[in-house]
Nanobody, 122 residues
């Protein structure tokens, strides 16, 4: 089992920045690719970005490319989502998730955090 805990969400104005963290425990963190997803009210959970086990490759959905970055510190068992130039449409609950290999599909991730709310005001 892998336990994941997100933090860093909050309320920010349009154009602002937030950095989300996801702390992992339970298994060897570096054995897992990590994904970030988000879910807005009334919408399905959607892929935001992901990073490979060592961190050499990152993927992003087109709507956040150039604004969001993902990094990880395997020594600290933590993955980060840096969000810049935030827009109201980025408002959602953000989740981190873990699986053996990188994927864009939420149903392929067996391990999930509880989520953290990000609200971007206009």
């Amino acid at each position: 089992q892998v336990q994941l805990v997100e933090s860093g969400g909050g309320l920010v104005q349009t154009g602002g920045s937030l950095r989300l963290s996801c702390a992992a425990s339970g298994r060897t963190f570096s054995n897992y690719a990590m994904g970030w997803f988000r879910q807005a009210p009334g919408k399905e959970r959607e892929f935001v970005g992901a990073i490979t086990r060592i961190g050499g490759v990152t993927w992003f959905t087109s709507s956040v490319k150039g604004r969001f970055t993902i990094s990880r510190d395997n020594a600290k068992n933590t993955v980060y989502l840096q969000m810049n130039s935030l827009k109201p449409e980025d408002t959602a609950v953000y989740y981190c998730a873990a699986r053996i290999s990188i994927s864009r599909k939420p149903n392929e991730y067996p391990y999930w955090g509880q989520g953290t709310q990000v609200t971007v005001s206009s």
